[in-house]
Structures are given as C-alpha cells and as structure tokens.
Nanobody
Framework: QVQVVESGGGLVQPGGSLRLSCTGSGRLFGINHMGWYRQAPGKQREMVAVISGGGTTNYADSVKGRFTISRDNAKNTLYLQMNSLKPEDTAVYYC?????????WGQGTQVTVSS
C-alpha cells in the first residue's frame, strides 16, 4: 500500500503564490507516475499537472506558465509551485501517485484565491 498526504494549501490573494507538497510512504518502489488534480465546487475533478517516472511533465492549458510540478525522490515528496494565482484556481487540490496497478490519492488540500 501507498499513502500520500498533501499540505501547503491556504488562502492567498490573486497574483500570489503557494507551494503544495505531497509526501508518500509505504510501498513506493513501483510508483511510475505522479500528479496533481483539482476539483472546484460544482465541477468535475481535472488534471492540473502530471510527471512520469522519467521526468516528463504535462500541464493543463489553464496553468501552463504559472504552475510547476517537481519531485524530490530523496524526500519522497511531490511539489506543485503555483504562481500568479487567479480566483479560478480556487479548488481542493489532490495529489496522486500511481503504479501499474492503481493510483493512490490523498485527502486533498484547499486552495482559495481571493482578495
């Protein structure tokens, strides 16, 4: 089993920055992809950014140039640096770590962008 826990959410003004972290534990040797997703009230969960085992990244068009996904393998931690935040970025952000069998999800962290 794999457990993932997000942190770093909060309230930020438009134009501000936040960095989300997601720490994994358990049977991590098979993990070959990770990502961040978000779900705003009344909307479906959507992909924000993903990173493969080889380091290839992919971003939603709405966050390209503003968000950066990265990982620190030594710390078993995935990050999402979010800059130039907009009110429409308000959502619960979830991280996921996956192997060939399944994806493991965290409980989510709330990000609110408001003045």
């Amino acid at each position: 089993q794999v457990q993932v826990v997000e942190s770093g959410g909060g309230l930020v003004q438009p134009g501000g920055s936040l960095r989300l972290s997601c720490t994994g534990s358990g049977r991590l040797f098979g993990i070959n992809h990770m990502g961040w997703y978000r779900q705003a009230p009344g909307k479906q969960r959507e992909m924000v950014a993903v990173i493969s085992g080889g380091g290839t990244t992919n971003y939603a068009d709405s966050v390209k140039g503003r968000f950066t996904i990265s990982r620190d393998n030594a710390k078993n931690t995935l990050y999402l640096q979010m800059n130039s935040l907009k009110p429409e970025d308000t959502a619960v952000y979830y991280c996921t770590w996956g192997d060939y069998v399944r994806d493991y999800w965290g409980q989510g962290t709330q990000v609110t962008v408001s003045s």
